[in-house]
């Protein structure tokens, strides 16, 4: 699909609509969240559960929406595509947690602002991703664009592979010295305030700070993020609606993984291995199957190598100390989370099945006779059955 099949300057009200929707659904959080106060991990496990379960609804209404005007088979294309698009968008979103987390404690932003910060920051996150879409999709209608594309990314997943953690420093930050430089600092925070007057002159505080490295940072993450997602659609409301649905959801996904980042320590070699893939699949892959690389085996793959860092990371912690004495029946434990990762996989076997025929999968006439929509639509229902399982195991581990 390399002609968009939803042209801004058509569909303008499709764009305007989504845009509403977002706008209403930022105003009900914003609304639920409006008192300073830490969010609880209850409450981050709720609102993750909501944004993901409100990104599968959008992925089928789209495919309602596209099978309408065009075809069931387009349908299924761009659905799945929103998928592929939102799974790298939000697997890339937890690197910007990491840094999230480390950038509140280097200042030691008390958890009941965090939330606030993260807030705003989402919202100028998606206006400039709106800015860094619009730029791409004039541009990747030139191929050699689209390979410089490739390439960079599989440059990026090597780089993100092979370099070592380096300590972050928002001191050495080009943005963070120039606000200082040019606007007077608070040396305390005042409240969740972004900006004080103080003796007559006007402040900013360390909150604003915080915001503005969040942005910088945010935009750096994009440069990598937005070719990722052009890698696995052209279609410009598919990139757009994958970004901002991705970037909704990254706050509740922040408070719900903030005590538990530094156990996904095998992840950054499987967004690496994802990086390499999606830039082999715009500079090679696409061009080896006639233009267009197989969307369901896409998403399997993506889906896969995601599901198996997680559970390689849980397999094997990367805390050095000692392990506690398990108590009798604790092997009970790794019941639920054993059933998601089954669940996950299962998920991204159904969408391989769904997207074939393949030579290299086993033939399984059952399946064959489900047909593709009843298989994407299970694949559908074990992927939240997936996420739900293992976000309830971490859930009772944080407990």
């Known amino acids: 699909m390399n002609a968009a099949l939803f042209p801004i300057a058509e569909y303008w009200w499709l764009y305007l609509s989504f845009t509403a929707l977002v706008v209403i659904l930022l105003t009900i959080d914003l609304a639920l969240h409006r008192k300073e106060a830490p969010i609880s991990f209850r ?53 910007n947690m990491f840094v999230f987390a480390l950038v509140f404690r280097y200042f030691a932003v008390p958890s009941r602002y965090q939330h606030k910060v993260l807030f705003y920051g989402v919202l100028g996150a998606m206006i400039f991703r709106g800015v860094f879409i619009a730029a791409g999709t004039a541009l990747v209608r030139f191929e050699w ?19 070592k953690e380096r300590q972050l420093n928002p001191d050495d930050s080009l943005a963070i010295r120039w606000v200082r430089r040019v606007f007077p600092v608070t040396a305390e925070f005042h409240g969740s305030r972004f900006l004080v007057t103080i003796d007559g002159i006007r402040h900013i505080t360390p909150l604003m700070v915080v915001l503005v490295f969040l942005e910088t940072t945010d935009l750096l993450f994009a440069v990598d993020s937005v070719p ?85 990371s849980l397999a094997f912690p990367k805390a050095v100390e000692p392990a506690p004495a398990r108590p009798a029946g604790a092997g009970g434990r790794l019941i639920q989370p054993a059933a998601g990762v089954a669940f996950l996989l299962l998920s991204a076997i159904g969408f391989l099945y769904a997207a074939g025929p393949y030579n290299w999968l086993p033939p399984m006439a059952a399946l064959d006779h489900l047909g593709a929509d009843t298989l994407y639509r299970a694949a559908l229902c074990n992927l939240v059955c997936g996420v739900l399982l293992l976000g309830g195991a971490l859930l009772r581990k944080r407990g």
């Open 145 to 163: 664009v689209m390979i410089v594309f490739g390439v960079f990314l599989i440059v990026t997943g090597i780089r993100m592979a092979v370099q």
């Open 228 to 312: 990722a997602v052009f890698g696995v659609t052209r279609e410009p409301f598919v990139v757009y609606t994958s970004n901002v649905f991705a970037v909704l959801g990254l706050r509740a996904m922040f408070f719900l993984l903030a005590g538990a980042m530094d156990r996904f320590h095998v992840l950054k070699h499987g967004l690496a291995v994802v990086l390499v893939f999606v830039g082999l699949k715009m500079v090679w892959l696409d061009h080896l199957y006639g233009g267009r690389f197989p969307i369901g085996v896409s998403l399997g793959i993506i889906s896969g190598v995601i599901a198996v860092s997680i559970v390689l």
């Open 43 to 95: 409450n981050a496990a709720i609102w993750t559960t909501v944004w993901i379960s409100l990104a599968l609804a959008f992925s089928y209404a789209l495919y309602l929406f596209a099978a309408a005007h065009y075809s069931p088979g387009v349908g299924r294309q761009l659905s799945l595509e929103f998928l592929a698009g939102y799974v790298v968008e939000e697997s890339l979103s937890v690197d």
